[in-house]
């Protein structure tokens, strides 16, 4: 059996019914991911111990097969079928087992619903589904409906899918993970999301969550529900599992890592739906505290944000909202808060409100504040928090910080700027044309603090 890892692309392939076009579309779609600075063991791998089949051209509906399908001479026409596929009675779909997705478009007119997991955070525990060749697998929205795909099960990993809702024709998230703390264990990686009218991927009320090395871009534009590029939302403890030595020996139960989130931007006008315009960030990680659930905990498990790179989104570049026990280290965001119906006066590039025991080490917030309106608020950091709410043990050391304030609304805090490098040009090849890497000379090279979870003793500043 074959040891299948993650797979570490810098580029995506154009995809191949994409609605963009000309210089800004292959910009886009061109755009270098951050390479993995952590080590592989926080990321599930998996082998394949069978593998079925699914094609858009030459499958069917696995009611069309005397014993369910996925075979390479009669594979399944959609991941649906694939789930739904039963043989004498019973489902076709367990613990390692891979679903093939052959190159082509997939015209989803329907929430594609996962409901067959697998059994146990091991290399043979998931069922996956994985395009065949990386990022050629082309789910494209068709009609009207919400998510573009619904996770309700646990032990599930998508891998390498472009997953378009062709510009909100969909009305809900690219991926939705929501709803039970039974849905847990859940990867989404080296995959495309965008176009979705909802957040690009929004992983609710439960934990063991990985999104990892994915290009999330134009997402969130017609949702009233307030969404973003990703989104960590009300996470609780996992339910009915056996946790394995593989899931003991995890530091972080969540783990957002190495993604590109860029031009997620709300666009129904305040008018239309009043309390608008609050969110369209690059990534949130929001209310750990559980204040919205009724009789709800506190999430307990540890969340990393490491290695992505957010620019060019209607709210904050990374945002921690009445959260805790939260890690933020070597993320770049750039020229974010670009949402002019937002009328919010806190608006920091990286974002700490209303949040306690959070660390925030070697990222750079690099803001660029208007001449007039809301974005002459534009901020490179933002520490505040509201009455009832404190910020405790709240640490920021060895970031930079560039174009814009840092903006402290938390009394009794203070910022120490000795421990960061404040108003330092961070040195990035074309930061406005999307090129986040750092120049040869740039003064982010080598500049890092060390950490446990970095695999490099001398790490870069930022996300690349």
Known sequence: MQLER????????????????GT????????????????????????CVRNFYVDPNRGAAWTAYADGGGSPGEPWKSMQDANDAQANGAPVLRAGDCVNLAPGLYTQTATITLTRGGDANATNGYVVYRASTPRTAHLLAARKFYAMIDVKTAYVIIDGLEI???????????????????????????????GNGGGGVQMNDSEYFWV?????????????YQESGVSIYQPQ?????????????????????????????????????????????????DKTLNVDREGGAPYAGRTLVVANAAFGNGGAGVHVFLSEHVTLANNTAFNNHLDLQNSGA????????????????NNIGWAQPGQDGVTQNNSAVLVANTPGHATQNVTWTNNMTY???????????????????VNRMPGLADAFHGDLRPTQNSRVRAAGAAQPYLTNAAPNIGAY
Do not use: M
């Open 403 to 421: 174009g814009g304030d840092v903006r402290v609304f938390a009394p009794g805090w203070r910022f120490d700027s000795r421990a960061n490098q």
């Open 6 to 21: 993650y797979v570490k692309w810098l580029a995506p392939a154009l995809c191949a019914a994409c609605a963009l076009t």
């Open 24 to 47: 800004a579309g292959a910009q886009i779609l061109n755009q270098a991911l951050p390479p993995l600075p952590i080590p592989e063991s926080y990321v599930p791998r998996y082998e």
């Open 212 to 224: 990892v090395r994915n290009l999330i871009y134009r997402n969130a534009a017609t949702n009233t």
């Open 237 to 285: 403890a996992a339910a009915d599992f056996t946790a394995t030595p593989a899931d003991a020996a995890l530091a972080f139960h969540i783990v957002i890592a190495g993604n590109v989130s860029r031009d997620n931007i709300e666009r129904i006008p305040c008018g239309e739906h009043p309390g608008c315009h609050t969110d369209g960030n690059g990534i949130i990680i």
């Open 346 to 361: 806190w608006r920091g590039e990286l974002s700490n409100v209303d949040s306690n025991d959070i660390l925030w080490v």
């Open 164 to 194: 378009d809702g062709n510009n909100a024709t969909n009305d809900g998230e690219g991926l939705a993970v929501s709803g039970d703390a039974r849905h847990h264990h859940v990867v989404i990686e080296n995959s495309i999301i965008h």
